[in-house]
Structures are given as structure tokens and as C-alpha cells.
């Protein structure tokens, strides 16, 4: 497949030759990031996505505590273990699924606070639980919401961006989520599984109260006829100093040739089936590297094998590091470009998942059996090997390889993933293809977290560390054959490139 958008250097590149290029000094204008609302616009919807990323990993503290609980009725175990840990991809595919309808039907902006309801409720249920049920429909209800948040907030924040940040501010989902994660690791050393559920109230709320003031995506605005509140909403986004004239007929322009929803004749174009095809197997790739089962049973992981720190720690440190790997792929992504960051990112992930399976199946065992989720019910590998005692530095293997695998995540399959998604798929399909790709996305995770405590106790840890490693050598190939470079073009250039097959030349 050619490779869109490579090569497609300085000023000559444009989407719209048919109309006049702006001057030097009216593209400074454009692209220079001189209204700082767009970053607090981009803030509050983020937001959201902290919400998500302390959810995603609520169970890793959570179910040990509750695997010892002297309350008989939340009392967990094995197999009540593993759905309250998968159940929240289950809730996270419907909220993709309605977010198909939802991301068209009342905008971005409107869904992203549409989906503080399940999440409120959800964490409620959790904090008050006094039964398995609730903490299942709470899971799920989080879940749900943070299904939504995932299709709607990408799409948001692309929107409205500007292309010379649009890669920094594509990565802030990601970051967020991230950083939810890690509030939760260091939450969960300190506070009582109840009062992790109180605490993640905290941000949605704060979410709705800042999305109240923000202004909907000119795009979707314009989508829907409503052209003053358009212009309007771009001029906030970009301040009353910035010349948006030209950015805003680009959009309309766009706007105005896509204003019918996608038809099944125009599905099986190419200009529209191959960038949401691109979308759907990053989608499925992303989760199939494991990210999902390794942060949902990071903890019982590491209760598994022979580690030197307590579990929990390693938990901590693992959140932290990620939190610092996303910030470099913000950093850098708009620099080194994202197909760049995709190969060092597969790269990373497939020598630390090969690190981890070749130390469960060759390397030292646990002193003692593992006393939270029972990963496996016999030892690992075999009793040949050698029993690991607590000050060996060779303990020190997994969480070496695990904080690897996770910075690779988060530097790019993680965040880029994200942005790919919002940048490339067809504006007349925007809404509903992105959350097909959270559809696929959590069903995927869904099936791996389900499967992964049943794999690991017929076959040992090692085989999904394997299968983990070989998805992210078949990343590597899909890259370079399919992704697109994205950095640097508008939404309206990206989309041409797909419509035309060939790049716009003014000169």
C-alpha cells in the first residue's frame, strides 16, 4: 500500500488547490498555538479519560483485599475474581456500541459529559457494595462510561486542535488515563478498597463542571447546519487575535461535501472502508499485545513469580513509569513522527514480553505459592528450577521487563493508537466508525482478560507473555505496510490523501 503523506514536505503541501494559499504570516496565524483555551478545552474533556484509566485498574488492589474479606458476601473467588476484572471491557464495548449513535446524535462534547452518569453511578455502587452483584454492575457501569469517553474524547480533541499540536494534544487521552491509573496504584497504598471507589467521583465531577463552559466542536456544529455557533466556537478555541477565516472554510468546505451520512455503496469505496480498516486493526492489534490483562492483574502478576519488592510496590512503580513514557510520546510525537514511535514502540513490547516469558519458564519460582488470585494452581514450569530468595537481584527481572513493556505501550501503540483514530477516519463516518474501533477494541480485551487466568493455569504464565510477543512482531509488518504518517496535516489533507490516493500539489 503507498505510504500517504510521506515525503509531503513544507508549504507546497495542500488539500484544496482550488483555492488560495494564505500567506506566510496568515499560516503563523493558523497553526500557532497563541489561544491557550484550546489546551483548557482539551483539559476538561480529558478529564474523562483519568476517569478511565482508575477504573481500568480498580481491580488490581481491589481483589486481593477482597479475597481475604470476612464479609462471606464479597468475599471473591477465582472465578468471581475474573469477571469483576473483565466485566469492564464487557461495559466498555457498549459504550463504544452507543457511542456510534451518541457521538452523532448529541456531539462530542454533549456524549463526554453524558457519560459521567454510568460512571457516577458506578463508582456509587462499588463504594456501597454489599454484595458480589453490585460490584459487578458498578464494573460494568464504569466501564460503559469509559467506553464512551474512549470513542468520543479523540474525536473531540482532534477537532479542535491545531495540526502543529494536534499530536501533543492527541496523546493527552492517553496521558490522562494513564495518569488515572497511577492515582489509583498510589490511592490504593493508602486507602481502603471503598474509599478508592469514593475518590474516583472526584474528576467526574470536576469534568462536567468545565465541559459546562467549553464549546462543541466546530466540525460537529458545522456538521449540523449550525454555522454562526461554528465560527463562534472557532474563534473561542483560537482567540480573537487569529485570522480563522481560511481554517474555517476549510472545514466547511469539507463539512459541506460529506453532508449526507455514509451510505453502504460509499462504505465499500476505498477513500472510506481502507482508513477505518486501518483503524479497526490497530484497535484489535493494541489490545492483543496484552495491555489489558497485564494492568488488570498487574499486581496478582507479580504475586506469581519471584520478585524482590512487595507487589503493590511494583504495582506503583510500573504506573509511574508509564505516566513518564506518555509524556515523552506527547513530547516527541509531533517531532519524530508517529510511524517512527510505532516501530520503537512494537520493538520495546516484544523484547520485554519475551523477557517476562522466558523468565517465568526458566527463571527462579517463589518461595512461597502465590497468596492473592492463584495464577496457577502448580508451579511454574517445574520444581527443577531454582526457588528465588527475596534479596536476589534476578527477582528484579519481571518488574524490569514489565516497566520495559510498559513505556513501549505508552511511547506509542498506546496514545498513537488513540490519534490515528481521530485523524484519519472519514469525517461523513467519523462518529460512527470510532466507536466500532471501541467495539472491537474492549470485546477484544473483553475476550483476552476472560481468557487469560484459564491459560495461565492450563498452560503457565509464560505461554500469553509468547503470544504476546509474536502480535507484536505482526504489529511491526502492519506498520509498515498500512499506517499513514499523519504529522503535520490538517484533518481536511489527511482525508484528501484517502479520497484522491495521490498528494495536492499548488505548484
Known amino acids: 500500500m503507498q505510504e500517504p503523506l510521506l515525503g509531503a514536505e513544507g508549504p507546497d503541501y495542500d488539500t484544496f488547490p482550488e483555492k488560495s494559499s494564505p500567506s506566510p504570516g496568515d499560516r503563523t ?7 491557550k483555551r484550546v489546551f483548557l478545552a482539551t483539559f476538561a474533556a480529558v478529564l474523562g479519560n483519568f476517569s478511565f484509566g482508575y477504573a481500568l485498574v480498580y481491580t488490581s488492589p481491589v481483589i486481593p483485599a477482597l479475597e481475604h474479606s470476612l464479609d462471606p458476601d464479597l468475599k471473591l473467588t477465582k472465578a468471581q475474581a475474573s469477571w469483576f476484572g473483565s466485566v469492564f471491557t ?11 449513535v451518541l457521538n452523532d446524535l448529541l456531539g462530542r ?45 479523540p474525536v473531540y480533541v482532534s477537532e479542535i486542535a491545531l495540526p502543529g499540536v494536534r499530536g501533543a494534544l492527541g496523546a493527552t487521552p492517553q496521558l490522562m488515563a494513564v495518569f488515572g491509573s497511577l492515582s489509583l496504584y498510589a490511592l490504593g497504598l493508602l486507602l481502603p478498597w471503598r474509599w478508592l471507589a469514593v475518590a474516583g467521583e472526584g474528576p467526574v465531577l470536576i469534568m462536567i463542571l468545565l465541559l459546562s463552559f467549553m464549546p462543541n466542536s466546530p466540525r460537529f456544529l458545522l ?37 449526507t451520512h455514509m451510505s453502504w455503496a460509499e462504505a465499500r469505496n476505498p477513500h472510506m472502508y481502507r482508513p477505518i480498516l486501518i483503524a479497526l486493526v490497530m484497535r484489535f492489534l493494541q489490545q492483543l499485545m496484552g495491555i489489558t490483562p497485564i494492568l488488570v492483574y498487574l499486581q496478582p502478576i507479580f504475586e506469581s513469580t519471584a520478585i524482590l519488592l512487595a507487589p503493590k510496590d511494583d504495582a506503583a512503580i510500573v504506573g509511574a513509569v508509564r505516566l513518564f513514557s506518555v509524556l515523552i510520546a506527547a513530547l516527541t510525537m509531533d517531532l519524530a513522527g508517529r510511524k517512527v514511535l510505532l516501530f520503537v514502540s512494537a520493538t520495546i513490547m516484544f523484547a520485554a514480553n519475551l523477557t517476562v516469558g522466558l523468565y517465568v519458564h526458566f527463571g527462579p519460582k517463589p518461595l512461597t505459592p502465590n497468596s492473592t488470585m492463584g495464577l496457577e494452581s502448580i508451579p511454574l514450569g517445574g520444581t ?3 526457588l528465588a530468595t527475596p534479596s536476589s537481584y534476578l527477582t528484579l527481572v519481571p518488574l524490569v521487563a514489565t ?9 506509542g501503540w498506546g496514545p498513537i493508537t488513540w490519534l490515528l483514530m481521530s485523524e484519519i477516519l472519514p469525517l461523513q463516518a467519523r462518529g460512527v466508525a470510532s ?3 471501541v467495539l472491537v477494541s474492549w470485546l477484544t480485551a473483553f475476550a483476552l482478560t476472560k481468557s487469560f487466568l484459564l491459560v495461565v493455569n492450563a498452560f503457565g504464565l509464560h505461554v500469553p507473555f509468547f503470544f504476546f510477543a509474536a502480535i507484536c512482531l505482526a504489529s511491526l509488518v502492519f506498520t509498515g505496510c498500512c499506517v499513514p504518517e499523519t504529522k503535520g496535516r490538517s484533518l481536511e489533507q489527511i482525508e484528501s490523501f484517502f479520497r484522491t490516493g495521490r498528494r495536492s500539489f499548488l505548484h
Open 29 to 35: 496565524r493558523v497553526r500557532a498555538p497563541q489561544n
Open 90 to 100: 464487557l461495559g466498555a464495548a457498549a459504550g463504544g456500541l452507543s457511542a456510534m
Open 109 to 153: 462534547k454533549l456524549s463526554i459529559m453524558f457519560s459521567a452518569v454510568p460512571s457516577a453511578a458506578g463508582y456509587a455502587l462499588m463504594a456501597g457494595a454489599h454484595g458480589f452483584w453490585m460490584l459487578l454492575l458498578g464494573r460494568t457501569l464504569t466501564g460503559f462510561a469509559g467506553g464512551l469517553t474512549a470513542a468520543c474524547i
Open 223 to 259: 456538521s449540523r447546519g449550525r454555522d454562526t455557533e461554528a465560527l463562534r466556537a472557532l474563534a473561542w478555541l483560537r482567540g480573537a487575535d487569529a485570522d480563522i477565516r481560511w481554517e474555517f472554510e476549510q472545514i466547511q468546505d469539507n463539512v459541506q461535501r460529506q453532508s
Open 384 to 386: 527443577e528450577q531454582p
Open 403 to 411: 516497566m520495559l513493556f510498559i513505556t513501549g505501550y505508552a511511547m
Open 435 to 437: 466507536g466500532l474501533c
